[in-house]
């Protein structure tokens, strides 16, 4: 879905980047922030996977071998993706902007929204210039 020269879309982008709550500002700080403990701990993750399953079907078991430091990173970084996506899905309307408390309480989850990917992608590019790994 390709909204992103709409001018409706284009001022619900800078809606949403100059309205974004606290809380949800935090939650996206966290989740665009991919850190080294961050990598280490899903490559730690990934090899106490593999060594249990190794341990339970044998030497000869087809198993994927545990995660480099460039494949945690990169899982790392679709793991947030969705998890942004989940929280447009939920906090976010074209209408309203950035839903409150009780209003995002009550609303329905749009499920894979396209707009809303979108609307993630363009916010989190504009509060995040710099993060090549998560748009």
Request: avoid cysteine; proline fraction near 5%.
């Amino acid at each position: 879905m390709d909204i992103s020269s709409d001018a409706r879309f284009l001022d619900a982008v800078e809606q949403a980047v100059d309205t974004v709550p606290d809380d949800i500002r935090a939650t996206i700080d966290g989740l665009v922030t991919i850190t080294e403990a961050d990598i280490a701990a899903a490559k730690a993750q990934s090899l106490a996977t593999y060594k249990e399953a190794r341990a339970e079907f044998g030497p000869k078991a087809l198993i994927a071998s545990p995660l480099t430091i460039e494949k945690a990173r990169k899982m790392l970084a679709s793991k947030r993706e969705d998890e942004l996506d989940w929280l447009f899905f939920r906090r976010w309307r074209l209408p309203d902007g950035w839903l409150k408390g009780k209003e995002s309480s009550r609303a329905l989850e749009i499920f894979h929204d396209p707009l809303a990917i979108s609307m993630r992608r363009a916010v989190v590019s504009r509060l995040y210039p710099n993060l090549p790994d998560i748009l």
